[in-house]
């Protein structure tokens, strides 16, 4: 019988106030999520042969070979790894790479992990890209990084479509909605949409609470055969379709600043490789690094046509009791947001897909779709996972 | 102008394949690669033409003028060395030749931009050694 990459595990480490509990390194971090998600899994760390990384930490330096690295500090010697570091969106590829190599018989316990100790540190700046090749035409103007490109395409959008700022608003108050119910998020106490359009103008039209928290944070996946999950007792997650797509990385290259056309490409290969309608999607976690990420990225999947994105979320549609869950731990914008988000959609959509959710629990969770996008709307990758 | 030791915001990293560009500034030239196989014109400069992939290409001057894709009007500073400038524009030019560019738009009052705006370039020579193309509003 062919071989089935299922996912088996998942894990992430407690955060107080956007802050790692009990602090530590980023090395430390990533181990402890490693560990939760192996043990999640019911799978010793000594089973992990393909070790799949991506991250912001230690370059220059031991950040340079990220897995390599890794796998020393965990004590394993995997004979497949992947760094692909296409953004945020990187571990929903890294889903797609591990399947991929797990099916091919090429590993056969696949870890995933990511972590960031950039709020403990106070690491983050918004003007940090060294002017060089391609940057040399992007920091020059003083576009604060990345919140101007991700602004310009929000005006770009409001010019094309109609799009209003209320409307981005939406997203940002369905999602503390859904943090509010989710005991780690950073952000938990309600807001409206005045609160949003009476927030600090950071780079117009984006307003604060229209853009993602900095916060520390860890997360850890863990793939298998089904026939491995069987032996360990462990309950699978199925993984019905995947696709990747990058366009470009300079905010002056992207096709179309109203069009996310990475997510569009993305999202296509993986419906068509499950073979699944929009209709049968009970649940969307996707990259909500600012409101208007969200915005672009639901007409890119196809769930509403191009430029009705800002109809598609009003009336708080995607907020708990809402028609259209979304980004139910409360997302990048109120959950936690530590540099590259992505792996944190798909512990939620696993959680979700085995009713291990608590208070956000959303009813009859079977297909769940994960959206990631990473860079200035650079890339886009999507998975679409089940239950059955 | 300020010198170059003293001019505190990022400066470009000039390296062979974007030298021409920057060389054409100091002049108060805007140049960019133009491909010979297709026809068009694209920026930032490339090795190869990014829309059929031809090494024929040529440095050609176009004529700065064009119009406002999009804008953001930056708030908060990309940094510190920007404080002092806050609000300020920073925008996707859509040139005539074609190519879109990242630039600063130069104006009395930021809150008067909008897309389709029609703008021209204007350089600023911010040391000796470095000149940047920014855009004025035609309607200013
Ligand atoms: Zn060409």
Redesign the interface.
Known sequence: MAREAVIVGVGDVPLKDGKVVGGGSVLQVQARAAKAALDNAGIPMRDVDGLLVAGLWGVPGPGQLPSVTLGEYLGIFPRFADTTNIGGSAFEAHVAHAAMAIEKGYCDVALIVYGSTQKSERSRTLGGRPPVLTMQFENVWGIPQPVGGYAMAARRHMHEFGTTEEQLAEIAVATRKWASLNPDATMRDPISIDDVMASTRISDPLKLLDCCLVTDGAGAIVMTTAENAKAHGSRPIHIRGYGEAHTHWSIGAMPDLARLTAAEMASKRAFDMAGVSHDAIDLVECYDSFTITVLMTLEALGFCKPGEGGAFVSGQRTAPGGAFPLNTNGGGLSYCHPGMYGIFLLVEAVRQLRGEAGDRQVDNVQTALVHGTGGTLSSGATVILANN | MSDTATYE???????PG?KPFWDAARAHRLSMPKCRACGQHH??PRELC?HCHSDDLEWTDVSGKGEV???????????P??AA?VP?V?A?IALDEGP?????IVTKDVEQVR??DRVTVRFDDVTPELT?PKFTLDKD
Do not use: H
Request: net charge positive.
């Open positions: 915001k990022p400066q470009p990293v000039i390296d974007t920026f930032y990014p894709y999009s804008y953001t009007i930056a708030r908060k500073p990309a940094g060395v920007f400038d300020y920073i996707m879109r560019m990242l630039t600063n897309i389709g940047l």
